[in-house]
C-alpha cells in the first residue's frame, strides 16, 4: 500500500479519499485496538472509538480551513481515539482508577483539571500548550501516549534510566497541566 505524508493524509480527508481513509485504518486502527482491548475494551468498541475518532477529525478539518498538526498524525489520531476511550471508561464506570494499570492513571492526569465540554477546542488547547513545553518533554509524553515504556523510553531519548523517565514524565505532565490552567481558551471554557 502506497505511504501517505501527514499534509497528504489531511488533504486526502479533506476530499473524502478512500485510499487516505483505507491508509489511516491500516496504520493506525491497530494501535488503538490494542490500548482499548488491553483497558477493558472489546474489538467492537475499538471500531466504534476509531470511527468516532474520524468523525472528529472529519468535522475539524471542515470546520478549520488552516487546521496543522502539532504532533505526528497517528501520534494525534492515537490521542484522539484515547480521550474518547477513557471518557467511555469514566462514563460507564466500567474501570476503577485504583484498577487502572499506572500508563492508565498517567494517561488520566491528562484529563485533570476540570473537564471542558468542546472536545474540539480542549484539543486544540491541548495541542498548542504542549508546542510549548520543553522538547524532551514534548517527547516523552509523545511516546508515552503511544504506549511505550519508560525503559524504551529511556533508551530511545538516551536517558540514564527508568526511573528518571518516570519522574521527567510527572514533571512535564505537571508542567502542561499548569500551562493548560493558565491558557486563556481553557479559562474562558470553563466559565461557560
Not at 487516505?20 to 490500548?35: D, H, P
Not at 477529525?57 to 498538526?69: A, H, I, P, Q, S
Not at 502539532?70 to 462514563?91: A, C, G, M, Q, V
Amino acid at each position: 500500500m502506497k505511504r501517505f505524508a501527514d499534509e497528504d493524509i489531511i488533504q486526502g480527508l479533506r476530499k473524502r479519499d478512500n485510499q487516505v481513509i483505507q491508509y489511516i485504518y491500516t496504520e493506525n486502527f491497530g494501535k488503538v485496538r490494542q490500548m482499548i482491548i488491553t483497558n477493558s475494551g472489546s474489538e467492537d468498541d475499538a471500531e466504534d472509538v476509531f470511527q468516532e475518532a474520524l468523525i472528529i477529525l472529519f468535522k475539524r478539518l471542515r470546520d478549520e480551513n488552516n487546521f496543522e498538526l502539532s504532533s505526528s498524525f497517528s501520534t494525534y489520531i492515537y490521542s484522539i481515539n484515547r480521550l474518547i476511550w477513557l471518557k467511555r471508561l469514566r462514563d460507564s464506570r466500567k474501570m476503577e482508577v485504583t484498577e487502572l494499570n499506572r500508563e492508565m492513571e498517567d494517561y488520566l492526569e491528562f484529563e485533570e483539571p476540570p473537564p471542558v465540554m468542546d472536545k474540539d477546542l480542549r484539543l486544540a488547547v491541548y495541542q498548542r500548550n504542549l508546542k510549548l513545553i520543553p522538547e524532551d518533554c514534548q517527547k516523552i509524553l509523545s511516546l508515552t501516549a503511544q504506549d511505550i515504556s519508560a525503559k524504551d523510553i529511556a533508551e530511545k531519548l538516551g536517558f540514564r534510566s527508568d526511573t528518571y523517565v518516570r519522574k521527567r514524565r510527572h514533571f512535564c505532565k505537571e508542567f502542561l497541566v499548569n500551562r493548560i490552567k493558565e491558557d486563556a481558551d481553557y479559562q474562558q471554557l470553563i466559565a461557560e
